[in-house]
């Protein structure tokens, strides 16, 4: 089964690519790697989710963000690789939650993120992790996740 028909068994529509909002690139591709620029858990244009973790939001309300912005890497992946068949593994998923001062569940949040890369990756959704806690986050977003995978040549 491909990753887009896990995406349509899940009954998930994978949006368009988010554009930057900076002066800087969605997502570089160098030989068979491709790492996407930070990805916020933007909804047709909006920001979804903001606040903080442990303040404004709750872990349920910072998983449903890590989610959100898992699916637009998966996006950006697509855009960078043409397919997502063509992806052979996720190398690394490195994920910022906005939160309060002594919020502690950093891995619960980007637990959203990792269950939809190995649910729509299988085996190859696989992934390392890095989950770090940051007091002010662009746009005021309660999490910012990069995505590291190897492609296809």
Not at 40 to 49: E, I, K, N, R
Request: hydrophobic share 45%; proline share 7%; aromatic share 6%.
């Amino acid at each position: 089964m491909t990753p887009e028909e896990r995406l349509a068994e899940l009954g998930i529509t994978l949006p368009a690519p988010p554009p930057a909002v900076g002066e800087y690139v969605p997502w570089v591709r160098t030989g068979n790697i491709v790492m996407t620029s930070g990805q916020l858990p933007w909804q047709d244009g909006v920001m979804a989710y903001t606040g903080k973790l442990g303040a404004e939001l709750t872990v349920e309300d910072g998983y449903q963000a890590a989610r959100l912005a898992a699916l637009n890497a998966i996006a950006q992946l697509k855009d960078a690789a043409g397919e997502l068949a063509k992806v052979t593994q996720l190398l690394r998923l490195e994920g910022n939650v906005h939160c309060a001062p002594g919020f502690q569940g950093h891995p619960q949040v980007l637990n959203g993120a990792s269950e939809l890369l190995n649910a729509v990756f299988g085996e190859k959704g696989r992934h390392t992790r890095t989950a770090l806690g940051i007091n002010e986050m662009p746009l005021n977003a309660a999490v910012l996740l990069c995505l590291f995978a190897e492609v296809e040549a």
